[in-house]
């Protein structure tokens, strides 16, 4: 069974009114890797994925879940 860590980056971002770039800002990274999380084609560290959820205000459990 293949299992893949889902997120919510994207609809919590935008419920925040933070672009991409924004994001990556508060959180330290470069956008192209908030991007590349967004969209599932990199799996982030625990570290970032906290800092996500802190700079979205949303528990880590509510941004991310694996998917079966």
Same mark, same amino acid.
């Given at each position: 069974?293949? +299992?893949?860590?889902?997120?919510?980056?994207?609809?919590?971002? +935008?419920?925040? +009114? $933070?672009?991409?770039?924004? $994001?990556?800002? $508060? =959180? @330290?990274?470069?956008?192209?890797?908030?991007?590349? =999380?967004?969209? @599932? =084609?990199?799996?982030?560290?625990?570290?970032?994925? &906290?800092? $996500?959820?802190?700079? &979205?205000? =949303?528990?880590?459990? +509510? &941004?991310?879940?694996?998917?079966?």
């Amino acid at each position: 069974m293949t +299992e893949r860590l889902a997120n919510r980056i994207k609809s919590e971002r +935008e419920t925040a +009114e $933070l672009t991409q770039a924004a $994001l990556a800002e $508060l =959180v @330290g990274v470069s956008r192209k890797t908030i991007n590349t =999380v967004e969209n @599932g =084609v990199f799996t982030p560290s625990a570290t970032l994925a &906290l800092k $996500l959820a802190h700079a &979205l205000n =949303v528990r880590v459990e +509510e &941004l991310f879940w694996i998917e079966r």
